[in-house]
């Protein structure tokens, strides 16, 4: 099993950035794939960006694609989120995820460990 905490949201300008972190208890975290979603009031939590174990390869949704950056350090047991050029319809609470399957996934079914979220609000 794994623990996850995020930190590192709040409030920001609409073209600034955010680095999120996610921190992972536990002695087999370089055995998840990890992943970061979202879920702004009203809407379904989504999809943003995922990251093999090694760190290898990353998988990012479209709407985020070129602007945010997943990276992990399996010697901190560490997953980050680095998101630029911030737009207002990024609000949303951000979790991070493992991926009990350790596989690239967007799929929400597949991740079995959650994070408690963090607000990530953008401002116009």
């Known amino acids: 099993q794994v623990q996850l905490v995020e930190s590192g949201g709040g409030l920001v300008q609409a073209g600034g950035s955010l680095r999120l972190s996610c921190a992972a208890s536990?002695?087999?975290?370089?055995?998840?794939?990890m992943g970061w979603f979202r879920q702004a009031p009203g809407k379904e939590r989504e999809f943003v960006a995922a990251i093999t174990r090694s760190g290898g390869y990353t998988y990012y949704a479209d709407s985020v694609k070129g602007r945010f950056t997943i990276s992990r350090d399996n010697t901190k047991n560490t997953v980050s989120l680095q998101m630029n050029s911030l737009r207002p319809e990024d609000t949303a609470v951000y979790y991070c995820?493992?991926?009990?399957?350790?596989?690239?996934?967007?799929?929400?079914?597949?991740?079995?460990?959650w994070g408690q979220g963090t607000q990530v609000t953008v401002s116009s």
């Open positions: 536990g002695r087999t975290f370089s055995s998840y794939a």
């Open positions: 995820a493992a991926n009990v399957y350790s596989t690239l996934s967007a799929a929400y079914r597949d991740y079995g460990y």
